[in-house]
């Protein structure tokens, strides 16, 4: 698989061109950053866990009919994906109260919602992706009702495939971001999921104890956030016990070197 040159590049990820018309190459950085780019830091493994975990993800949303943006795989850091015209707008799926919700409207962090709550931000990194109401979406031109109608259904239908995933497995799904896009299908546009969905996506606490799984583990300087990444791959079954992700690409960087 060949890259070609850079389209994107964002705080996670890089898109690349690839060979075949209509498709893309999404490279999974190991940067991290939270607070609109005030705090950053590389957390090694990181993009290989999040390629791993999405790919997980994505492809059993597929199974189930949801069509996301995911061709394959195509090794530690890259998937082979679908190019698309990405909706501006972040769709927030919500099942327990946290994170800026609790701060916005002064609601008790922790408190679990009667019903999953969907919420959108415009995606602008300039203005702090701000929340905003379907009226401004449909009257700014972002997308529109037929769109926002097919978009919000389907949300909640992955929002249900997860929290059923994710309990088996002895984690709560709290919240999750997920974006969409526009796809020409002969001459007909379609609604698919893109970018990806992992730990730096989604909030995932343990069952048990609530213990945090995912990016808040950097945002808020607990500590251990390779391993929680890991731990949700281990619980997913996709990362066999013992790996060490460090060491998983160190000897794959070995084995290309012994081979010159
Ligand atoms: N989220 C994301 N990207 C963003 C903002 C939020 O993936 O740019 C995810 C975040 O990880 C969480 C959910 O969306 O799972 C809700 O985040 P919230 O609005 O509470 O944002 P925060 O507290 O991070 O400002």
């Given at each position: 698989?060949?890259?070609g040159k850079?389209?994107?590049?964002?705080?996670?990820?890089?898109?690349?061109?690839?060979?075949?018309k209509?498709t893309?190459?999404?490279?999974?950085?190991?940067d991290?950053?939270a607070?609109n780019?005030?705090?950053?830091?590389?957390?090694?493994g990181?993009g290989?866990?999040?390629?791993?975990i999405?790919e997980?993800?994505l492809s059993?949303?597929?199974?189930?009919g949801?069509?996301?943006?995911?061709?394959?795989?195509?090794?530690?850091?890259?998937q082979?994906?679908k190019?698309?015209?990405?909706i501006?707008?972040?769709?927030v799926v919500r099942?327990?109260?946290?994170?800026?919700?609790?701060?916005?409207?002064?609601?008790?962090?922790?408190?679990v919602?009667?019903?999953?709550l969907l919420?959108?931000c415009?995606?602008?990194d300039?203005l702090?992706?701000?929340l905003?109401?379907?009226?401004?979406?449909?009257a700014?031109?972002?997308?529109?009702?037929?769109?926002l109608?097919s978009?919000?259904?389907?949300?909640?239908?992955?929002?249900?495939?997860?929290?059923?995933?994710?309990?088996s497995?002895?984690?709560k799904?709290?919240?999750?971001?997920v974006e969409f896009?526009?796809l020409?299908q002969n001459?007909k546009?379609?609604?698919?999921l893109?970018?990806?969905i992992?730990p730096?996506t989604?909030r995932?606490w343990?069952?048990?104890?609530?213990?945090?799984l995912?990016?808040?583990?950097?945002?808020?300087?607990?500590g251990?956030?390779?391993?929680a990444y890991q731990?949700?791959?281990?619980?997913?079954?996709?990362?066999h016990?013992?790996?060490?992700?460090?060491?998983v690409?160190?000897?794959?960087?070995?084995?290309?070197?012994?081979?010159?």
């Open positions: 698989m060949k890259k850079k389209l994107y590049e964002g705080k996670a990820k890089i898109l690349y061109t690839a060979t075949e209509g893309a190459i999404q490279h999974f950085k190991d991290a950053t607070f780019n005030q705090k950053k830091s590389v957390i090694e990181k290989i866990l999040n390629n791993r999405s997980h993800i059993n949303l597929n199974q189930i949801i069509e996301t943006h995911l061709i394959k795989r195509i090794n530690m850091r890259e082979l994906v190019l698309v015209e990405i501006p707008i972040e769709f099942n327990i109260a946290t994170g800026s919700l609790t701060k916005r409207l002064g609601i008790e962090d922790g408190t919602l009667e019903k999953p919420e959108f415009f995606k602008n300039d702090h992706d701000p905003v109401a379907r009226e401004h979406i449909c700014f031109g972002w997308s529109d009702d037929s769109e109608d978009i919000s259904k389907i949300c909640f239908r992955i929002n249900d495939f997860m929290q059923g995933m994710f309990k497995v002895g984690i799904l709290v919240d999750f971001k896009g526009r020409n001459g546009k379609k609604i698919i893109a970018d990806e992992s730096d989604c995932l343990d069952s048990s104890n609530d213990k945090k995912d990016k808040d583990r950097f945002r808020k300087d607990l251990n956030v390779i391993e731990e949700v791959a281990r619980r997913l079954n996709i990362l016990e013992g790996t060490n992700i460090k060491t690409e160190f000897g794959k960087l070995r084995s290309v070197k012994n081979r010159k």
